[in-house]
């Protein structure tokens, strides 16, 4: 079936340091994915999404981009806030968003003043 | 933006109680919704598809006559958790789909469930 495996945390930060969260998927079809993020005490929020091979997704300074060839989405950004600090999660559907997403176990990223 | 809220955010009860949390979409309309489960340190693992008016349909390996969920309006929908043991101790989250637009999938904050 169809899986997400992203790397393992705690990630831990200085403020305005490159981030990158590596995600990889397994899929039998075309999956649109995801990176969804959530604050203490909060819900998932989407961040940012991809829905064919090329496409880059990005959002408040974040950005990733679906690599058919390498199956990956790695969430990247070049200079991370101590607000950026949360719990990112990579996932895919493969009926673009609206129907079973798939996670991934979710990287905790602490950025220190 | 939308809005879900679930309640409560945390529950202890005794075992061989049951527990119901309820998912609201605020200021949208869901017809339908998802229900989640997360133990610490993993993935969101989805236990059931919540449609309003109809049965809910289970991920293999989820006990329907379990975890009875009830969709039963536009913006609400609960899951009730029959006879718990400590085994389903665990992070319960909602989310519900917009019907217009990208049909985007908006999350609740979570339901801390722990049975004694």
């Known amino acids: 079936g169809d899986s997400v495996t992203q790397m393992e945390g705690p990630v831990t930060l200085s403020e305005e340091a490159f981030l990158t969260i590596n995600c990889t998927y397994t899929?039998?079809?075309?999956?649109?994915l995801f990176w969804y993020v959530q604050y203490p005490g909060e819900g998932l929020q989407l961040l940012l999404k991809?829905?064919?091979?090329?496409d880059k997704g990005s959002n408040k300074g974040f950005e990733a981009t679906y690599r058919k060839e390498t199956t990956s989405f790695h969430l990247e950004k070049g200079s991370v806030q101590v607000s950026d600090s949360a719990v990112y999660f990579c996932?895919?559907?493969?009926?673009?968003?609206?129907?079973?997403?798939?996670f991934g176990k979710g990287t905790k990223l602490t950025v220190n003043p | 933006g939308a809005v879900v809220s679930q309640h409560p955010s945390r529950v202890i009860c005794k075992s061989g109680t049951s527990v119901k949390i309820e998912c609201r979409s605020l200021?949208?309309?869901?017809?339908?919704m998802f229900w989640y489960r997360q133990f610490p340190k993993q993935s969101l693992m989805l236990m059931a598809t919540?449609?309003?008016?109809?049965?809910?349909?289970?991920e293999q390996g989820v006990e329907k006559d379990k975890f009875l969920i009830n969709h039963a309006s536009l913006t609400l929908s609960t899951l009730t958790v029959t006879s718990a043991h400590p085994e389903d101790s665990s992070f319960y989250i909602c989310?519900?789909?917009?019907?217009?637009?990208?049909?985007?999938?908006?999350f609740g904050p979570g339901t801390r469930l722990t049975v004694t």
């Open positions: 991809a829905t064919k091979a090329d």
């Open positions: 899929a039998t079809g075309y999956p649109s």
């Open positions: 919540s449609n309003e008016g109809s049965k809910a349909t289970y």
């Open positions: 200021d949208f309309q869901a017809t339908t």
């Open positions: 989310s519900a789909r917009s019907q217009t637009g990208s049909y985007e999938q908006y």
């Open positions: 996932a895919l559907s493969e009926k673009g968003g609206s129907e079973k997403l798939v």
